[in-house]
């Protein structure tokens, strides 16, 4: 992806011709490394991203609204501080690199007029968000470092912000690119002009060849080649300017790829964009909540992963004791063949065959005996082992019965983790892990209560239909918000979430409970390339299991819809 000065460079232009003049409502942090700004300019109201993520870092307009965490980070508390309210003077990049710099006028502590800069490096891992007072004065960062040894750099409160060292040639430097095109002497122009260059990735390097008319293998430049050279690097230095600029998206197999200043020549199949902030947006949006969704779901991934695991270990030393349990009657029996036969045995004899009359054919059976103790003591130490396993046997199977039970319940909530993707859904997906033990459980800070995620809500042909996304909403949307004479839903072999058609007071057909049943099916963990049986009753039939586990129920009164999982995204709500 060329998010190269070439493409930053245009971006904030772009940026600059929006917001400029603009006035910053709100400041948001829905990601911890995240800062959404909300500015009204030109009669318009815009949302600005800001991300110093270091797989992903981006700055574009956004029309995406995120969920912010119930309590705001220090960062962007600090950014309300000094930036809510105040005034975009200009937004421009620093040292011909990776760096936006967004001057807003604004007030404070002594409501005196003062300029601060939210600086925006994009550098993969050493991205930040650093914000600056008038005599370049760090004020804050998103990522503080003490001192970084790579970098140099010293990135905290009350230091003085440094640019950060640019070794290549910057693009303004014209009698150095020329001179590093006399000395060409290789085998690909576009490597030579992307490793010596700064602000030119591999692609774009690639297309102003391209767009130079020469061949990228061509190993000895005239005077003219070199002149068609600067004359492209010019252009795309300049491209937001230029004929050239056409905001665009790559295609690969349906799905967006990599986003563009213009459509190069290696595109084979790309989308148009009105504007770069556009194209930006619809390229990294699927591909940016993916990404969140396995960051922020990744610790409870492991914390099932790791609970599971536990449980199976005990599972099975539960079914060892079980097994080595089973020998317990021979022990019972031994001790009452020994009481049936004390006048046979003397203290001090090491063993003794006796005859087994709990079986049919009475065979011998000879017995180990301990000669300290006498035959009444041999028989009270079978009969101690007996009832130790016997014991053991009871709880082995209580403890096989319950560790049955909370894998099977453990194995309903997977599903949910992988969906999961607001930090509502999060956080109650948290609460079911606390409640089984798989995580230890946090104290709420503040009085706030934690906003309950709204479950999946369809509306097809007047009815509402509800769909659980984790197990506590599926004991909610059964118990609580249905009414006994609407339509619940659930497959038949697989796990999946509760799914309620709201009747009030409506006559329900087929083509509704086939409806509601597709998207049933698709919630599950069944495969969706394959008829799945779904399960519907009224809800008033609806029982909940004796383990009182959230989402688990038991019915017996229901009709089976045999369905494609489907999940109808265009009767969403």
Not at 51 to 62: E, F
Not at 68 to 93: E, V, W
Not at 220 to 239: G, S
Not at 387 to 406: F, R
């Amino acid at each position: 992806m060329p998010n190269d000065y070439i493409t930053i460079k245009a971006l904030t232009k772009e940026l600059d011709n929006f917001l400029k003049g603009g006035k910053i409502d709100k400041v948001t942090m829905p990601e911890k490394d995240e800062v959404n700004l909300m500015i009204r300019a030109n009669n318009k109201n815009y949302t600005l991203a800001i991300s110093c993520n270091a797989s992903n870092p981006k700055i574009h307009l956004t029309h995406q609204k995120k969920i912010s965490p119930i309590t705001a980070p220090a960062f962007c508390m600090h950014l309300r501080k000094y930036l809510q309210n105040g005034n975009i003077q200009d937004i421009y990049t620093l040292n011909e690199d990776r760096i936006i710099v967004i001057e807003v006028l604004s007030k404070n502590e002594m409501r005196d007029t003062v300029s601060f800069k939210l600086i925006t490096e994009m550098m993969g891992r050493y991205s930040n968000i650093i914000m600056v007072n008038d005599k370049d004065i760090i004020t804050d960062a998103l990522k503080q470092v003490p001192f970084d040894v790579m970098t140099k750099r010293t990135l905290v409160p009350s230091a003085k912000y440094i640019v950060p060292e640019q070794p290549k040639i910057k693009l303004s430097e014209k009698d150095k690119i020329l001179a590093l095109l006399n000395n060409y002497s290789g085998t690909s122009i576009s490597t030579c002009l992307a490793n010596n260059i700064s602000g030119i990735a591999k692609s774009t390097a690639q297309e102003i060849v391209h767009v130079a008319s020469i061949d990228d293998t061509k190993q000895d430049l005239t005077n003219e080649d070199i002149n068609k050279i600067l004359d492209a690097i010019a252009t795309f230095d300049n491209i937001y300017q230029s004929s050239l600029f056409m905001p665009c998206v790559s295609i690969v197999n349906g799905n967006p790829q990599d986003f563009y200043v213009t459509k190069y020549a290696t595109i084979s199949e790309y989308r148009k964009y009105e504007t770069l902030n556009n194209a930006i947006e619809n390229c990294l949006m699927q591909k940016d909540d993916i990404m969140r969704q396995q960051e922020k779901t990744k610790y409870l991934q492991k914390a099932y992963n790791a609970f599971l695991s536990k449980c199976k270990k005990r599972l099975e030393k539960s079914n060892q004791r079980l097994a080595e349990s089973s020998s317990k009657e021979t022990y019972r029996i031994y001790g009452e063949l020994i009481l049936a036969n004390l006048y046979r045995i003397n203290k001090g004899d090491s063993k003794v065959t006796l005859q087994n009359y709990y079986e049919e054919s009475m065979p011998d059976v000879t017995i180990s005996l301990d000669e300290t103790l006498s035959p009444q003591q041999n028989a009270q130490a079978f009969f101690k082992k007996y009832n130790k396993l016997k014991h053991t046997e009871e709880i082995a199977l209580e403890q096989i019965k319950e560790l049955t039970e909370t894998m099977d319940y453990l194995s309903t909530i997977e599903p949910y983790i992988s969906r999961a993707n607001t930090p509502q859904e999060i956080l109650e997906l948290q609460r079911e892990l606390e409640n089984i033990g798989a995580l230890k459980a946090h104290r709420q800070k503040g009085n706030k209560k934690p906003v309950e995620a709204p479950p999946i809500h369809y509306l097809y042909k007047g009815f509402n239909i509800y769909v659980g996304k984790n197990n506590l909403q599926n004991d909610k949307l059964t118990f609580k918000i249905a009414n006994g004479g609407d339509i619940w839903l659930h497959t038949k072999a697989f796990h999946g979430s509760h799914t309620i058609i709201c009747l009030e007071g409506n006559e329900i057909n087929d083509d509704v409970i086939k409806f509601a049943a597709e998207v049933c099916a698709y919630y599950s963990d069944c495969d969706n390339n394959s008829k799945v049986e779904v399960d519907y009753t009224q809800r008033k039939n609806v029982k909940r299991h004796p383990n009182k586990n959230p989402g688990m129920v038991l019915y017996e009164v229901y009709k089976t819809a045999n369905v494609m999982p489907l999940d109808h995204k265009e009767y969403l709500k």
